[in-house]
Antibody, heavy 123, light 110 residues
Framework: QVQLVESGGGVVQPGRSLRLSCAAS????????MHWVRQAPGKGLEWVAL????????FYADSVKGRFTISRDNSKNTLYLQMNSLRAEDTAVYYC????????????????WGQGTLVTVSS | QSVLTQPPSVSAAPGQKVTISCSGS????????VSWYQQLPATTPKLLIC???KRPSGIPDRFSGSTSGTSATLGITGLQTGDEADYYC???????????FGGGTKLTVL
């Protein structure tokens, strides 16, 4: 069974950094592109970043470009999100999600989601 | 505001049908697949519709999707109280080189 388990969230001061992890199991991690999607308290879903199955292609939302870096370690079945220069508006639950199709960069949907990890940016 | 426009809320009685619209442009809905997600209260989003109108395994046929030009629609028939949730459309935007979500629609089953 596919499992995605995020970790690394917490309370951090504005301007500081945080790294999120997403441990994947139950599927061939290296065959799927992966995403980070966030949801601010009481708000809708916002896509954050995408990394291709082999890590060579990365895309970011304008709101995080230049501050966040998505990466993956296929040998450890783990997805990462390095978040620098954090702002209050980055406060959200961060979900990792899997592409529905294998071995493509741009898919049609996200078929599995983790439970999310809460990041709170506050002084 | 969101690149994709959804109504903030819709409502209907149990057993009835409801549709949720998602309006975009040629750079997103007009040229890329649309997917729909259901988020029940305090839960993780769940894929309902992929590739505009396909239901993943386990999704009942009460849920349907369609597209026309730069708009997409989610349909739900035989409404149940358990369908009360937030619903989101999403697609790739070829101009932004980014995924975009609609703002979400809260469904109330009266």
């Amino acid at each position: 069974q596919v499992q995605l388990v995020e970790s690394g969230g917490g309370v951090v001061q504005p301007g500081r950094s945080l790294r999120l992890s997403c441990a994947a199991s139950g599927f061939t991690f290296s065959s799927y592109a992966m995403h980070w999607v966030r949801q601010a308290p009481g708000k809708g879903l916002e896509w954050v970043a995408l990394i291709s199955y082999d890590g060579t292609n990365k895309f970011y939302a304008d709101s995080v470009k230049g501050r966040f870096t998505i990466s993956r370690d296929n040998s450890k079945n783990t997805l990462y999100l390095q978040m620098n220069s954090l702002r209050a508006e980055d406060t959200a639950v961060y979900y990792c999600a899997r592409d529905r199709k294998i071995l493509v960069v741009i898919t049609d949907s996200f078929d599995y989601w983790g439970q999310g990890t809460l990041v709170t940016v506050s002084s | 505001q969101s690149v994709l426009t959804q109504p903030p809320s819709v409502s209907a009685a149990p057993g009835q049908k409801v549709t949720i619209s998602c309006s975009g442009s040629s750079s997103n809905i007009g040229n890329n697949y649309v997917s729909w997600y259901q988020q029940l209260p305090a839960t993780t989003p769940k894929l309902l519709i992929c590739e505009n109108n396909k239901r993943p395994s386990g999704i009942p046929d009460r849920f349907s999707g369609s597209t026309s030009g730069t708009s997409a629609t989610l349909g739900i028939t035989g409404l149940q109280t358990g369908d009360e949730a937030d619903y989101y459309c999403a697609t790739w935007d070829s101009r932004l080189n980014a995924w975009v979500f609609g703002g979400g629609t809260k469904l109330t089953v009266l």
